[in-house]
């Protein structure tokens, strides 16, 4: 059984790569999922084609016991239904069982977004004096006039700008390009950056947009301890990451009163549904602003 199912796997990983152009981080999501499933299946003998709803409730309560969040339950069972849906249009096997399998339901978390002050105390933070603090203000303010995910804002190269139109090409989750737009403000310290920090660190052939003081491309985890030294120095409370300026991006387009669909396409998201949740935030601002200007309220 081991090491049957174990081929398709690897063959259902290489899939998600070649065909489907799946990130990275998404692969080893899945890659995880599907091997603590084989680790569930090694106290088994069975086949492929024999794994029922019962054999799945069983793995769902093998994964309670391991006290597994609600949320980690049903990404597995999600990335299982996903590959048995892959081994079905393969001809392997004849029905999806974890299609009838009920998940746990997850509390929706509304996301954290800065507000105004917030904002401003965190940019009141720069010493544009400092080639680092050029970069890291040019960053952040990328971050909250675009809405990028930190993978996307840091795989930017010089040539996906246009300043002309202030547009930057971006590829977002499975290589998917979008057109993302951004503001005089953000334009101001990304021309300020570029003139004064980036060639002085940038080496030869190098076309990454935020680079190192080794003139090599920044990562994530290093946007990460830009934001969390920023927050600390700002003395924000609340806990920030690179993606709290994609949330408060999408928040502050909403109470503007730019559409859904907009919004949509400007963050990439493949699905509505997922930028409904910002809806909630703005609903609750309203709210909040009718208790207390109206009489009545």
């Known amino acids: 059984m081991s090491s049957d199912i174990s081929n398709y796997v690897n063959t259902y990983l290489n899939f ?6 799946y990130a990275f981080n998404t692969i080893k999501s899945y ?5 603590i499933f084989q680790d569930f299946l090694k106290q088994q003998s069975l086949s ?15 994964l309670e016991k391991l006290n597994y969040s609600r949320k980690t339950i049903s990404r597995n069972i999600a990335s299982l239904r996903s590959f048995w849906k892959y081994l079905a249009h393969n001809n392997i096997i004849s029905n999806n069982p974890w299609l009838f399998l009920s998940t746990p339901k997850i509390p929706k978390k509304l996301p954290i977004v800065l507000y105004e002050q917030e904002i401003e105390k965190i940019f009141s933070c720069f010493d544009l004096s400092h080639n680092i603090d050029r970069r890291n203000r040019a960053l952040i303010e990328l971050l909250y006039s675009s809405g990028f995910r930190v993978s996307e804002i840091t795989q930017l190269n010089l040539n996906d700008l246009n300043f002309f139109e202030r547009e930057i090409l971006v590829k977002g989750k499975g290589n998917k390009e979008r057109i993302v737009v951004f503001g005089k403000i953000a334009e101001k310290y990304l021309k300020l950056y570029l003139q004064n920090t980036r060639h002085i660190w940038a080496k030869k052939n190098n076309s990454a947009l935020f680079i190192n003081q080794q003139g090599s491309r920044i ?5 990460q301890r830009i934001i969390k030294k920023i927050k600390n120095q700002a003395h924000i409370s609340n806990p920030i ?3 709290t300026f994609r949330h408060s991006f999408a928040t502050e387009l909403l109470n503007g009163g730019a559409n859904l669909k907009i919004v949509q396409e400007l963050l990439g998201h493949s699905s509505l ?5 910002y809806t909630h935030l703005t609903q609750k ?13």
């Open 16 to 21: 998600l790569k070649l065909e489907k152009n």
């Open 31 to 35: 890659k995880k999922d599907l091997s």
């Open 48 to 62: 492929i084609n024999k794994i029922d709803y019962h054999l799945c409730r069983q793995y769902l309560y093998f």
């Open 219 to 223: 990562t994530p985890r290093t946007v």
């Open 241 to 243: 990451t690179p993606h």
């Open 273 to 277: 549904s997922t930028t409904q949740i």
């Open 285 to 297: 601002n309203l709210i909040k602003t009718y208790k207390i200007h109206h009489p009545r309220a």
